[in-house]
């Protein structure tokens, strides 16, 4: 079945780039996500990739897409404080439901 | 902008108790979901609804129902409430056939006691 697998914990510290990587399985997919979750919040949409894109950048937001290894990243530029949050990587095949990744935890220390 | 709202952020409720939890959004979403959170596990899918009146079950749907008479509420009902279902809640809605994803509601933390 689908399975998308994270990393479950990151510590960086502020001003270094972070980079949470995240595999998924079903080479089906047609969209890829990356969703925040803060403190005792719901998830918060990021970015999102088309499958047939390699890159997409948004301000301090990289995500890398590398369809044949089935490899997903997201990179955040000049990492804050504020950064610190659970991290989801999901997938959606354009069917059904998306699959979430069970997240990444950044810690990000001054 | 666009909202998912769910009613409680914070709820207490005693063993064996009826419980409903309400989501609402105002994005016209034909999709709607109910996930729970438990550290270590993820986000697991409990029901989703594609239209009115339509309910489908997820992963774990044992000890849950749902309800969807109108198509911007979807409600999650815990006939029985017991401390295993003790954990946080998150509704989401989609728009069908588009790649946008979910859009979240702040959750609802749940204490069966």
């Known amino acids: 079945g689908e399975d998308v697998e994270q990393s479950l914990f990151l510590s960086v510290r502020e001003g270094d780039s972070s980079v949470i990587n995240c595999t998924y399985t079903?080479?089906?997919?047609?969209?890829l996500y990356w969703y925040k979750q803060e403190p005792g919040a719901g998830l918060q949409l990021l970015t999102y990739?088309?499958?047939?894109?390699d890159m997409k950048q948004d301000q301090r937001l990289t995500v890398l897409l590398n369809k044949k290894d089935k490899h997903l990243s997201l990179r955040i530029a000049d990492t804050q404080t504020g950064d610190s949050a659970i991290y989801f990587c999901?997938?959606?095949?354009?069917?059904?439901?998306?699959?979430f990744g069970k997240g990444t935890m950044l810690l990000v220390s001054p | 902008d666009v909202k998912v709202t769910q009613s409680s952020r914070y709820l207490v409720k005693r063993t064996g108790e009826k419980v409903f939890l309400e989501c609402v959004q105002d994005?016209?979403?034909?999709?709607m979901f109910w996930y729970r959170q438990d550290p270590g596990l993820g986000l697991r899918l409990i029901y989703f609804?594609?239209?009115?009146?339509?309910?489908e079950k997820g992963d774990i749907p044992e000890g849950y129902s749902v309800s969807r008479e109108k198509k911007e509420r979807f409600s999650l009902i815990l006939e029985s409430a017991s401390t295993n279902q003790t954990s946080m809640y998150l509704c989401?809605?989609?728009?069908?056939?588009?790649?946008?994803?979910?859009?979240f509601g702040s959750g609802t933390r749940l204490t069966v006691v």
């Open positions: 989401a809605s989609s728009q069908s056939g588009q790649g946008e994803g979910y859009t």
């Open positions: 079903d080479s089906s997919s047609t969209y």
């Open positions: 990739i088309f499958s047939n894109m």
């Open positions: 999901a997938e959606w095949s354009g069917y059904s439901t998306l699959t």
């Open positions: 994005m016209d979403h034909e999709n």
């Open positions: 609804s594609y239209d009115v009146k339509m309910k």
